[in-house]
T-cell receptor, first 115, second 112 residues
Framework: NAGVTQTPKFQVLKTGQSMTLQCAQDMNHEYMSWYRQDPGMGLRLIHYSVGAGITDQGEVPNGYNVSRSTTEDFPLRLLSAAPSQTSVYFC??????????????FGPGTRLTVL | SQQGEEDPQALSIQEGENATMNCSYKTSINNLQWYRQNSGRGLVHLILIRSNEREKHSGRLRVTLDTSKKSSSLLITASRAADTASYFCATDRGTSYGKLTFGQGTILTVHP
């Protein structure tokens, strides 16, 4: 199994540009989520999905969109990039919600810089 | 503000010593989890402790939970250079499906 994969690993955008961060998992996990990690801060939840066709907002959803058309993929869209969105983005998945005893698996991250 | 806050922010020790990291939180929780993050990598789940548990062990890891003080500690015994990483606690408040709240982390450096 490849686990959780994320592309790209690095990205530089100009203010106002849009882009999609890709996330895929091959473990047949129902639960997937996106976090951002800023220097000196822990991870903050952006959006999450409990299954195909079902998504919900996390702690910091503004400026981001998600969709979940398949169990495997959970892309994160930046609609109009802003310097405040400069961060490292992590995708994670688990069989069921991480609020249970289930382990959450993290991808390697995408380092995004918005100029 | 962060639900979980780790203490200390940074810890530097020699190989073979024990490392203790603390996490405090503000509201009641369902469970508390500890994660490790090596530099430039994603997080790796270490251990989960439920609100009705007081202590849990996994290899060289020992986690305690004191719900009356709203705090948890992670002890790594006989540390190794490979334990050098950032360690985060994450709390599940049980009110929102699947929403974990992460602390700011403790940076642990183990010198050979």
């Amino acid at each position: 199994n490849a686990g959780v994969t994320q592309t790209p690993k690095f990205q530089v955008l100009k203010t106002g540009q849009s882009m999609t961060l890709q996330c895929a998992q091959d473990m047949n996990h129902e639960y997937m989520s996106w976090y951002r990690q800023d220097p000196g801060m822990g991870l903050r939840l952006i959006h999450y999905s409990v299954g195909a066709g079902i998504t919900d907002q996390g702690e910091v959803p503004n400026g981001y969109n998600v969709s979940r058309s398949t169990t495997e993929d959970f892309p994160l869209r930046l609609l109009s990039a802003a310097p405040s969105q400069t961060s490292v983005y992590f995708c994670a998945s688990s069989y069921i919600a991480p609020s249970s005893t289930d382990t959450q698996y993290f991808g390697p991250g995408t380092r995004l810089t918005v100029l | 503000s962060q639900q979980g806050e780790e203490d200390p922010q940074a810890l530097s020790i020699q190989e073979g010593e024990n490392a203790t990291m603390n996490c405090s939180y503000k509201t009641s929780i369902n469970n508390l989890q500890w994660y490790r993050q090596n530099s430039g990598r994603g997080l790796v789940h270490l251990i989960l402790i439920r609100s009705n548990e007081r202590e849990k062990h996994s290899g060289r890891l020992r986690v305690t939970l004191d719900t009356s003080k709203k705090s948890s500690s992670l002890l790594i015994t006989a540390s190794r250079a490979a334990d050098t990483a950032s360690y985060f606690c994450a709390t599940d408040r049980g009110t929102s499906y699947g929403k974990l709240t992460f602390g700011q982390g403790t940076i642990l450096t183990v010198h050979p």
